[in-house]
Each structure stands twice: as structure tokens, then as C-alpha cells.
């Protein structure tokens, strides 16, 4: 039934108030960090509609199999193996359906790894959804794409978050937004920024072959769904791409000097045999590394003159060499933070923290449009 929900009254001290609705759309619903979000959402409704006012409602849940939508509201936990087929239309009747509702607000929250879905957001964000995503493939694109998603959200007045593309959820590009805005220009941005290579190298350090350690980090949830985006150095080019925009570079993809962990052209499922011609290098190289009192690094750097990403040995006391597995360090050097430059660590990745930051974005983009209202 295709019927319009009431608005929730709460009980405030000495009145009745409405809470302030945002209907939420997830995409990538049965993904990983899809799941992990609507398990947390569902913990968290209770409490985010008494302390802060909120109705997040999950009126749509969709991937590329299957759709889910109730204007009433789906019960987060209830999508599941059974939902039904996704039909060729849904999207484009879900759509029309927030379209006509334009006094209520809707959040499209991308979990997906997805270019198709990534091709929405200019047409989302001028038709005055918001977004939140853990998808960074719409920032990675060209500088002027990045630029006018933006512009955009700028202009129509929309919550366009993205905190946990770079760094999981640390909080990473809320602060760097904030030196910006007060005009602290920033210098360089240096870091491990891959809480998977990151994961992979401890690992080997510690006596895992390389192939080995890849599994494990794909079996942990560490990896890109296909793990040769991280080898590749493809995620984290696109991490250092949008950490480099964000913190005022000019930059495009081309700018970016980048030496692969692996090159190989193979397909996922195949992926940990072909890796094992390279555990006898990777072992010999630890352990000559380990030998000198070094470790391997993958250390991404950036500056108004480019950026590189590159396999590197820095002593093992550096802060760099000494993180836990799939930890990440960023250094931001400014102007006025130059000789001593903010640091920020934390988890890197991970399908519960990178989810618990996705909440973290929608809670701020409905806040966002609470204070608008
Ligand atoms: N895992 C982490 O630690 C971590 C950390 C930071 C950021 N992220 C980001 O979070 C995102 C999701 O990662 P994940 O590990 O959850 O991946 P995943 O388990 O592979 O989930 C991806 C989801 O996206 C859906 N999807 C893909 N293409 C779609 C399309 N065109 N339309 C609708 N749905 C589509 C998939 O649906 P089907 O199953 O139907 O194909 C699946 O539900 C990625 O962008 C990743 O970079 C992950």
C-alpha cells in the first residue's frame, strides 16, 4: 500500500513536538557495510527519535538483485536473503514517489562500490536529496565533476557527506573542511591511508606469506569487494585523490604518481593462487627489511605540486612503521601547524566502524536540515 505516514509526536518536557522526519534510502542494502548500517540504524532509531528528535525512516533498501519500499517504513532488520527480485522500474517509481513528496526529506545512503550509482548524485542533489556516501567513486572523478557536486549540494541547500571514503571513520575530512573554511590554508597531507595494504604488510611482517595475508584481509572484510582495487593502489588513489581535493588541491587522477603493491589482470575468484608467485619476493624483502630494523610501509602523500603513493621502508620506530593492523596515521601539515603537523589515526577499515560512520553522516546530514527547518 502506497499510503503516507503520520508525523511521530514526541513528548518533550511541557509539550508535544513533531520529530523532524528524514526518510532514508540505502543502496548496496545487503552489502557488508549495507548490513552493518541497518543493524545499527535499527539499535539506534529508538534512542535518535527520544535524545535528538529524529525520525530516520528506511523507506527503501535496494542492490542489484533485489528491492524493498514501504512508505510506512521498513523495519532495517528485516531486509534480508528474501527480498524481493528488483523489478526494471522500481528505481525509477521510487524516485517519482520522493520526487512527489518534496516537503519530506530524503537521504539516498550509498553502500555500493558502484560508477552506475555514482552517475545518480547530480540528479539526487538537484532534485534536493541528500546524500551520504562510502562510495568514493563520484569524487574520484574528474576535478570538475568533484566541483560541481559541490556546487550542487551548495546550491540546493542539501547534506552531501562522504567522511567515511577516506580513513573509515575517523574523523578525517570534517576537520580538514574546518581548517579550510578558517582559512588555514593546508601545506601537504602524508599518511597510510589504506587500512588494508595497511592490514596486508603487518600481517607479513609478523610471518603470513603475502597471498595469505590478502585472503585474510578479504575474509575480514578489510579488501574492496574486488581485493586487486586495493593491490592495485586503485582505492587508495581515489582516497588520495579526494583527501588531496578536500584539502584545497587542485588535483586530477594524472597528477598522482602511483607504484602498485600488485599488477595483476586476473579475475577475483582466482585471485589467492596467482598471488603466490610473489610470496617468495615478498618474504625475502620483509625480512631484509626486518633485518636492517626497517618496514614496508604504503605511504600517500600530497601537495599543491601532486601526489604519490608509493611501497617505502622507514625505520621500525617511525610512527608510521608502528601502527596495529589496519590502522591508518594522516599528517596534515598548515601553515600554522607546520613544525609540529595534526595528526590523525584510527581504524582504517573494517564493516562495522566504516558503517558506525555512515550513521555518524546521516545523523549529521538530518541534523544538517534540522537547523534549516
Ligand atoms: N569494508 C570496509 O572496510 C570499507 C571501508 C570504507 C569504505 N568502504 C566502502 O563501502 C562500500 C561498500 O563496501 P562493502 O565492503 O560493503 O561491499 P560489498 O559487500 O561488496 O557490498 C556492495 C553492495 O553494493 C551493491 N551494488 C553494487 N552495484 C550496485 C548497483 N549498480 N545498484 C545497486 N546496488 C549495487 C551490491 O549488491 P549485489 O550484491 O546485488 O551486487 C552489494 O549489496 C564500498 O564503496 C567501499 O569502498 C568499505
Not at 1 to 11: E, G
Not at 74 to 82: F, G
Not at 164 to 183: F, K, N, Q
Amino acid at each position: 500500500m502506497l499510503a503516507d505516514y503520520s508525523p511521530v509526536r514526541i513528548q518533550a518536557r511541557n509539550s508535544v513536538v513533531d520529530a523532524h522526519r528524514v526518510d532514508l534510502v540505502l543502496i548496496g542494502a545487503r552489502g557488508k557495510v549495507g548490513s552493518a548500517f541497518r543493524r545499527q540504524l535499527g539499535n539506534r532509531q529508538p534512542a535518535l527519535l527520544s535524545e535528538a528528535n529524529l525520525d530516520l525512516r528506511l523507506l527503501a533498501g535496494f542492490d542489484r538483485r533485489g528491492f524493498a519500499f514501504d512508505t510506512h517504513g521498513i523495519v532495517p532488520e528485516s531486509i534480508d536473503e528474501h527480498m524481493p527480485e528488483r523489478g526494471a522500474d522500481d528505481v525509477e517509481r521510487l524516485m517519482s514517489h520522493v520526487g512527489r513528496h518534496g516537503g519530506v526529506r530524503t537521504l539516498v545512503v550509498d553502500c555500493t562500490a558502484s560508477d552506475e550509482i555514482a552517475d545518480f548524485y547530480p540528479r539526487l542533489l538537484m532534485g534536493g536529496m541528500g546524500i551520504v556516501a562510502a562510495n568514493k567513486r563520484a569524487n574520484a572523478r574528474s576535478l570538475s565533476s568533484y566541483r560541481d557536486l559541490q556546487h550542487a549540494a551548495r546550491e540546493r541547500g542539501v547534506p552531501y557527506r562522504y567522511e567515511t571514503t577516506v580513513g573509515s571513520a575517523i574523523p578525517l575530512l570534517g576537520p580538514l573542511r574546518d581548517l579550510r573554511l578558517r582559512g588555514e590554508r593546508v601545506i601537504s597531507v602524508q599518511g597510510v591511508l589504506s587500512g588494508s595494504l595497511s592490514y596486508i604488510l603487518h600481517r607479513m611482517h609478523e610471518g603470513c606469506l603475502f597471498s595469505a595475508a590478502v585472503a585474510e584481509a578479504r575474509a575480514l572484510g578489510y579488501t574492496e569487494p574486488d581485493p586487486m582495487e586495493d593491490l592495485r593502489a586503485i582505492d587508495l588513489s581515489r582516497k588520495l585523490l579526494v583527501l588531496a581535493r578536500e584539502a584545497g588541491f587542485a588535483m586530477e587522477l594524472e597528477d598522482l604518481v602511483i607504484e602498485p603493491f600488485a599488477d595483476l589482470d586476473i579475475a577475483s575468484d582466482d585471485l589467492i593462487p596467482a598471488l603466490q608467485v610473489a610470496d617468495a619476493g615478498w618474504k625475502a624483502r620483509i625480512a631484509s627489511a626486518l633485518e636492517q630494523g626497517e618496514r614496508w610501509v604504503v605511504l600517500a602523500e600530497a601537495s599543491r605540486e601532486g601526489g604519490r603513493i608509493n611501497l617505502r621502508r622507514v625505520p621500525a620506530h617511525s610512527s608510521f612503521a608502528q601502527l596495529e593492523p589496519g590502522q591508518n596515521l594522516i599528517s596534515i601539515r598548515t601553515e600554522l601547524q607546520d613544525r609540529m603537523p595534526l595528526c590523525v589515526s584510527g581504524p582504517g577499515a573494517g564493516v562495522e566502524i566504516t558503517a558506525a560512520g555512515v550513521l555518524s553522516d546521516v545523523v549529521a546530514a538530518a541534523a544538517h536540515w534540522t537547523r534549516q527547518d
